[in-house]
């Protein structure tokens, strides 16, 4: 089993910046992909970004350019850098981990952009 704690949410003004947070815990040993996930009020769950055990990156077009994912293996930890951050950006962020054929996912984390 996985545990994934998320953290770094918060309310933010248009503009501004943000770095989330995830970290595992439990069978961590062989991750093979990390991701964050977002579901704002009313619409379905949506891609944000992805990196690969390999370091290859995946974003969603609508965060190209204002966010970033990285990631700390000797920490199992996945980061999310947000800058620019928009209105249209509110949502719950959830992390998800691919360990061993399995995803699992976080509690998530409430963003809000606002002025």
């Known amino acids: 089993q996985v545990q994934l704690v998320e953290s770094g949410g918060g309310l933010v003004q248009p503009g501004g910046s943000l770095r989330l947070s995830c970290a595992a815990s439990?069978?961590?040993?062989?991750?093979?992909?990390m991701g964050w996930y977002r579901q704002a009020p009313g619409k379905q769950r949506e891609l944000v970004t992805t990196?690969?055990?390999?370091?290859?990156?995946n974003y969603a077009d609508s965060v190209k350019g204002r966010f970033t994912i990285s990631r700390d293996s000797a920490k199992n930890t996945v980061y999310l850098q947000m800058n620019s951050l928009k209105p249209e950006d509110t949502a719950v962020y959830y992390c998800?981990?691919?360990?061993?054929?399995?995803?699992?996912w976080g509690q998530g984390t409430q963003v809000t952009v606002s002025s």
């Open positions: 998800r981990f691919w360990v061993r054929g399995v995803d699992y």
């Open positions: 439990g069978s961590t040993s062989a991750i093979n992909a």
């Open positions: 990196i690969s055990s390999g370091g290859t990156t």
